[in-house]
């Protein structure tokens, strides 16, 4: 879910809960959020960094230092960095509740999934609740700034800090030091032993191959590494949220079905970076541009997506292909994404279409007006079509 429009939403988890955790990736805004969230609440917080060595000291004793602050918002920031932790917040938030104190203890930031904390945050069930905060998409720009540039955001993926640069060139800046530190201290200080350069060089075959189907033994040989090595990888720059594993639709078939998930790199500006396109003329000639206007779509629609509501791709061993599949309470739609304002929908697509039992279908452009292609599918601009997603989704 996205910046500000999530911020009620914080607000509300933490009058109902005593522990929130708020998880996205670096430099996306966390920090920002939760003290927005903390001035909403009119609660006195408390801000700890748990990556600064002054911070972690003053937990020597966390039981003791936070069980001072029982009438604080306190906000831990790379929880994952401190495992250890949760076992006392666990403890102390037992202890308020018995005094009476039943919301508003905690609020966590991490830089990973919920699966990667969920080992650690065991202890806390049935007292945390999680919520995803992503880069900028297109429906939060619009509530915030009016009627942004779609292809700005495109070309320079939704990290604020990359997107607000005052220039294609500074924005480029911007996303390698991100990339560069990434692959050189976070990733190796979360046990990934691969060299920075090979790192970098998987994460970069990722970006050239956005919306692939995985084929991690083809990835493997141009590393020099094992199959489970890049599986493993993977999985941590998944759990990072830097990488997307798209699951093939696994519904009843009469067809064969494709089972390996679709790979995309979920910040559009990171896969340019990673690939070398500088600017949006380079981008529009580019082999890249259509894979990467596919994964910007599937980025903004998935930021909507309810925890009830299902999304995958189709496509089978005759290359019968849909883009995305939502699958929710008594709806399920089809999604082709084109970068054209002329689409047409292949004979595939309709075969999909009936397979999967699709309610409604679109084809989603980048611009234009909206038209019908069948009695069922309706070609629609993306801003459009997010308002419409924005109704459906429930």
Request: hydrophobic residues 40%; glycine residues 8%; aromatic residues 8%.
């Amino acid at each position: 879910m996205l910046g500000r429009m999530l911020a009620p939403l914080v607000e509300a988890r933490l009058r109902q809960l005593p522990v929130v955790a708020l998880l996205g990736p670096r430099q996306v805004g966390k920090t920002t959020l939760a003290r927005m969230v903390a001035d909403a609440l009119s609660k006195a917080s408390l801000y700890l960094d748990l990556e600064r060595p002054s911070d972690r000291a003053r937990l020597d004793d966390p039981e003791l230092f936070l069980g001072r602050q029982a009438r604080k918002l306190t906000i831990l920031d790379e929880a994952q960095r401190f495992p250890e932790l949760f076992p006392v917040l666990r403890s102390l938030v037992d202890e308020r509740i018995r005094n009476g104190e039943k919301t508003a203890h905690f609020l966590v930031l991490g830089s990973a999934s919920r699966d990667l904390l969920r080992q650690s945050s065991e202890s806390l069930a049935g007292r945390i609740s999680y919520l995803e905060l992503a880069p900028f998409g297109l429906a939060e720009l619009e509530q915030q700034r009016g009627k942004p540039d779609i292809d700005r955001l495109w070309l320079r993926g939704g990290f604020p800090d990359s997107y607000l640069a005052r220039s294609d060139a500074d924005s480029a800046t911007w996303r390698e030091q991100f990339l560069r530190t990434y692959v050189e201290r976070d990733l190796p200080q979360l046990g990934l032993r691969l060299s920075s350069e090979v790192l970098r060089r998987l994460w970069s075959m990722l970006a050239h191959g956005q919306g692939a189907q995985l084929n991690a033994a083809r990835l493997a040989s141009g590393l020099g590494v094992s199959g489970t090595t890049v599986k493993h990888h993977l999985d941590t720059l998944t759990e990072l949220f830097m990488v997307r594993q798209l699951q093939p639709w696994s519904g009843n078939s009469q067809k064969r079905l494709v089972k390996s998930p679709k790979v995309y790199v979920r910040d559009s500006g990171l896969a340019h970076q990673l690939v070398g396109i500088p600017d949006l003329h380079t981008l529009l000639g580019h082999p890249l541009c259509g894979p990467s206007w596919e994964g910007f779509v599937i980025e903004n629609v998935l930021a909507y997506l309810p925890s009830n509501w299902r999304a995958s791709y189709y496509r089978t061993s005759a290359q019968a292909e849909i883009d995305l599949v939502l699958e929710g309470p008594k709806k399920v739609f089809a999604i082709e994404i084109k970068r054209t304002l002329s689409p047409a929908l292949s004979k595939g697509f309709h075969n999909g279409f009936a397979d999967v039992g699709a309610t409604r279908g679109f084809c989603v452009m980048p611009g234009g007006a909206a038209f019908p292609l069948s009695p069922k599918v309706e070609a629609m601009p993306l801003r459009e079509f997010l308002g419409v997603m924005r109704d459906q989704l429930v």
